[in-house]
């Protein structure tokens, strides 16, 4: 699987050689490849009159592109803080609730990042193609797409160790914006042009993983939780500036600490820890019918209601598990 | 019929081919070839509607909907045979008298005495005394002993102690269908109760003393309130259109000491509507987010169930924390009136959430108060306007309970699903007939077995791992959140989408823990004993030091593996909500691109068949359900427990 960004072909058609050979190089002898395009077509088709585009089909003719466009940027913010004033309001009625909750598009956006990166590992799981996720800028819904297919496909990532590794390499090392996108959240009237819950909607498919594979992820909710406070506001290094030259810069290593060396010291690392875990091997399909996408109570409902019967519930699970 | 085809709903190119039954009891459809030989059986009892579409050149198609919210696609390929089929299956699934139910030929091989035991398990007298019944304030009534006041009230009911027969009978004369105030809930702590009874034929001006002193006798009975909660659950303006036709509701000024309360449930007809408008979303084809909500919204299905629960919490409120006593009606007060009183009694007695309490609650507030079980769910061929799913709301508010308080109940969702199957299925006894009183006169207890005992005997598939007695959740009364909580109720895909494999986790937590539970339970009896043997060596080798015990590792023994291939699944089909656009072709622009659809043809797989290759990654092939071979045999027992997992459902 590879990620980059949009090719500047231009309102030119521009070739580039090198990048054909890139791309040329990375399929085998008649094997075929996949472009996935978090842009629908049209704005794919516009984006070249700002000088980007997409990948000719004659140029590139081994890879055949699909289109999958994923909501981002100022919308997605919007959506986002939709669905929170939703959550907020006590006064809707039921009859109300779900026609509410609709219009806020979030959980359409879970379910459309889900089946994309499901898409992508399907071509690389099942038809064994290699696969190419690009948006335009390539820091946003291309990670999204990458980062959950190999949540689905690779269950190292699944571990708690690994998870991190992958948001490391996937988010952090691949340069999503965080300190633009994850500025003020949902109750500031600021309305930041680049603000943007990309990686709350990561963390909300693996969420949506987690409870339909209860066994397989080794974390639980809280550290999703965790992830998203961290993302917003942090005591540590991790999550700050918007790439790594910035980091270098800001010299973050040399005068922060890590959220991850914190997470993982034994004393701290058990309440992450999901005690139904246990090793599985396969790659993990999750259902993207409606029925099995849920509001992500934990998160928005954090500060609303009591969640001391789940709790309740889960201290349960661990008793039972770690043997009384 | 050969050659016959069952489709998969999801997923319209598996589809099976095989050889269709019919019985006198059921369907059968028995894929053809592989070792496997997957069955599928349907019980005629479980058949909803029939539906014949139009013929294409694959075949006749026949939809069959179940009561149970299966449904089943078949295909047959001569339009006569399947027309012979849809025939006979119309008159099948509408049985004319009792005698042609299940229940009556069903034979789980068990003698006379164990059948008597079956029924007996559950007894409402024991119930009512376990509520501290009878005492200085209740008595048990046989007014009703022949039936001659009210039909459809149990032979003995229990009433306030200055409640004499001649206020009990002239109060049913002013009550609806005779259904006059009767208890079914009593709470020792406080003397509160709740108290059911049907409509007052009270028109716009019409008063009867004993209805008058029938609640001021419920009052009397709780010294520590000087009034009663009237809750009148239908919504005002149709109680009030009630009164038109001489019926209606309590007036405030001609009842003493009473304080009248609606809470707008809607009838049975709005709520038939409602399930139905929420099947039809079922049955959207690749649905979107938007679709599902819309039309889950649009059926107005969860705004009903909170309102039953709403009802509930209410009364649990006045019971509990106000002391005061309520009595609960609706038109007839056999339908809204059972739901609300039973959730109100769930919510405070933690009793009723045991699975041997929650037996007795139906078995009180279902059964012996004449819920019309056979109109209601279609025994018998009978009026479509009877029809509604009333218990199957009260099932529902129970699992949105257990949502809610995980550690409560000491059943799971699987025993809930299984009661609303057997509901339906007509293969036991307990929800024939419209009235106690029918169910004698067919002698149902001689004639038929009790699902109770069924359900008991295998009640370990059925237990709530998370289930403790002594723990605080399991104690006293229930405090769901009412306001806000519109999203505490969740859309019950367990049920709605049961037979829909794809759409759940391929393990269950539930199973996992319990099967944890019960291997710490083994071993640490384990533990005893060998801890007893060490003692015992110890005692008699008391100077030779070369015995050396081992101590055990729970953990290693522990070899549960929840890895294992079953937990593969497949992939379903991500690409089916793009439109169909036709495959490019080289001159074609890069529009086209947008549209392309990762189907089997545009990729040129290696293999052939998608399912075979997830069959091989997820090795262990479905759970399928083995009915006992050859038609004639009838299965003898409900193999309903591994019905959640596999797509066909043997019973």
């Given at each position: ?324 | 019929?050969?050659?016959v085809?069952l ?9 099976a081919?095989g050889t269709l039954y019919l019985t006198a009891t059921h369907v059968i459809f028995v894929e053809n070839?592989s070792e496997t030989r997957k069955e599928t059986w349907v019980l005629h009892s479980q ?17 069959i909907?179940c009561?149970n919210?299966q449904?089943i ?29 299940y229940?009556?030929s069903f034979n789980p091989k ?308 299984h009661?609303?199957h057997h509901?339906?299925s007509?293969q ?26 069924h359900?008991?005997?295998n ?40 037979f ?121 092939e479905d759970l399928s359900c083995r009915s006992p071979s050859g038609g004639g045999c009838l299965p003898s027992e409900d193999s309903g427990k591994d019905s959640d997992e596999a797509v066909f459902l043997a019973v």
């Amino acid at each position: 699987m590879l990620r980059s960004s949009q090719p500047l072909t231009g309102p030119n058609r521009k070739r580039c050689r090198e990048d054909e050979m890139l791309l040329g190089t990375v399929l085998d002898e008649g094997e075929r490849g996949f472009i996935i395009d978090t842009r629908s077509a049209q704005a794919a088709k516009q984006a070249r009159m700002t000088g980007g585009g997409t990948e000719p089909k004659s140029s590139y003719p081994r890879w055949r592109r699909l289109h999958r466009p994923l909501e981002r940027g100022r919308p997605l913010q919007e959506s986002f803080i939709k669905l929170v004033e939703a959550c907020n309001d006590t006064s809707i009625n039921m009859d109300r609730w779900l026609s509410r909750l609709e219009s806020c598009r979030w959980l359409s956006h879970v379910k459309a990042a889900l089946s994309t990166a499901c898409l992508a590992a399907q071509c690389m799981d099942r038809e064994e193609a290699s696969v190419l996720v690009h948006g335009a800028e390539g820091t946003d819904t291309t990670l999204l797409v990458t980062a959950l297919a190999r949540v689905i496909l690779d269950p190292s990532c699944r571990t708690l160790v690994g998870f991190q590794g992958l948001l490391e390499r996937e988010w952090i090392e691949a340069g999503h914006p965080f300190h633009l996108r994850c500025a003020r959240s949902a109750y500031s009237h600021a309305r930041l042009k680049q603000e943007a819950p990309l990686f709350l909607l990561f963390l909300d498919c693996v969420w949506q993983l987690s409870r339909q594979f209860p066994f397989s992820l080794e974390f639980g909710e809280h550290l999703l939780l965790t992830l998203f406070d961290n993302a917003y506001a942090s005591d540590y290094g991790t999550f700050l500036c918007n790439n790594e030259k910035e980091r270098s810069l800001c010299k973050v290593k040399e005068s922060t600490h890590s959220l991850w060396a914190w997470l993982n010291q034994p004393g701290e690392k058990k309440k992450y820890l999901n005690p139904l875990y246990s090793h599985n091997a396969l790659v993990i399909w999750p259902s993207v019918e409606p029925q099995s996408i849920q509001l992500w109570q934990g998160l928005f409902f954090r500060w609303i209601r009591s969640s001391q019967y789940l709790d309740e519930a889960w201290a349960e699970i661990e008793r039972l598990v770690e043997g009384n | 019929v050969e050659n016959v085809r069952l489709l998969d709903r999801l997923s319209s190119r598996k589809a099976a081919l095989g050889t269709l039954y019919l019985t006198a009891t059921h369907v059968i459809f028995v894929e053809n070839g592989s070792e496997t030989r997957k069955e599928t059986w349907v019980l005629h009892s479980q058949i909803s509607s029939i539906e014949k579409q139009a013929t294409t050149a694959t075949g006749c198609p026949l939809l069959i909907r179940c009561k149970n919210f299966q449904v089943i696609q078949l295909v047959i390929p001569q339009e006569r045979d399947c027309h012979d089929v849809y025939i006979s299956l119309i008159r099948l699934a509408r049985p004319v008298k009792y005698e042609e139910l299940y229940c009556f030929s069903f034979n789980p091989k068990l003698d006379k005495e164990e059948r008597e035991q079956g029924w007996k398990l559950v007894d409402l007298n024991e119930e009512y005394n376990r509520m501290g019944i009878p005492n200085n304030y209740w008595q048990i009534s046989d007014v009703n002993r022949d039936y001659g006041v009210c039909d459809s009230y149990p032979t003995e009911v229990y009433v306030p102690k200055s409640a004499t027969a001649h206020i009990i009978v002239g109060s049913s004369k002013f009550r609806s269908r005779r259904r006059f105030p009767a208890l079914s809930y009593y709470c020792k702590d406080n003397n509160a109760c709740i108290c059911r009874s049907s409509q007052p034929l009270s028109g716009f001006s019409a008063r009867c003393l004993e209805d008058e002193q029938m609640l001021q006798a419920i009052r009397k009975a709780n010294p520590g309130s000087d009034f009663i909660y009237v809750v009148d659950t239908r919504p005002k303006l149709n109680a009030m259109a009630n009164r038109a036709a001489g019926k209606g509701y309590e007036n405030e000024d001609n009842y003493s000491n009473i304080k009248f309360q609606f809470i707008g449930i809607e009838n049975i007809h709005v709520m038939r509507n409602s399930l139905q408008k929420m099947l039809e979303v079922c049955e959207l084809k690749s649905p979107s987010m938007s679709d599902f909500l819309w039309g889950l919204e649009n059926s107005g299905w969860l705004k009903h169930i909170k309102a039953i629960m709403d009802a509930g919490i209410f009364i649990a409120k006045a019971v509990a924390e106000e002391g005061v006593s309520v009595l609960v009606h609706c038109s007839d007060g056999w339908d809204r009136t059972a739901q609300v009183c039973s959730v109100a009694s769930l919510l405070l007695d933690p009793y009723y959430r045991t699975m041997k309490g929650f037996m007795v609650l139906i078995e009180k507030d279902w059964v012996s108060f004449g819920h019309k079980f056979n109109h209601r769910y279609g025994n018998l061929d009978g009026d479509p306007k009877e029809i509604s799913p009333v218990i199957d709301q009260f099932i529902e508010c129970v699992w949105q309970l257990m949502e809610q308080f995980p550690c409560a109940f000491e059943f799971n969702e699987r025993f809930l699903i299984h009661i609303q199957h057997h509901i339906y299925s007509c293969q036991f006894g307990n929800f024939l007939c419209n009235s106690p009183k029918e169910r004698r006169e067919l002698k149902i207890q001689e004639r038929t077995y009790s699902l109770w005992a069924h359900l008991w005997k295998n009640r370990t598939d059925y237990l709530n791992p998370l289930y403790r007695s002594d723990h605080s959740q399991t104690q006293g009364t229930l405090h769901p959140q009412m306001a806000p909580c519109n999203f505490l109720y969740k859309f019950w895909s367990g049920m709605y989408n049961r037979f829909e494999k794809g759409l759940h986790p391929r393990q269950s937590v539930t199973d996992y823990l319990m099967a944890v539970k019960e291997e710490t339970q083994q071993l640490e009896e384990e533990l005893e004993v060998l801890g007893e043997r060490l003692a015992n060596l110890q005692k008699s080798q008391l100077n030779d030091n070369k015995f050396k015990s081992k101590p055990q590792d729970r953990s290693k023994q522990l070899g549960l593996s929840t890895s294992n291939n079953s937990l593969a699944n497949t992939p379903q089909e991500y690409s089916n909500d793009l439109k169909s656009f036709p495959s490019r072709s080289p001159s074609q622009g890069d529009e086209e691109d947008s549209a392309l659809i990762l189907t089997q043809d545009n990729l040129k797989s290696s293999d052939p068949d998608l399912s075979a290759n997830s069959d091989q990654e997820s090795g262990v092939e479905d759970l399928s359900c083995r009915s006992p071979s050859g038609g004639g045999c009838l299965p003898s027992e409900d193999s309903g427990k591994d019905s959640d997992e596999a797509v066909f459902l043997a019973v």
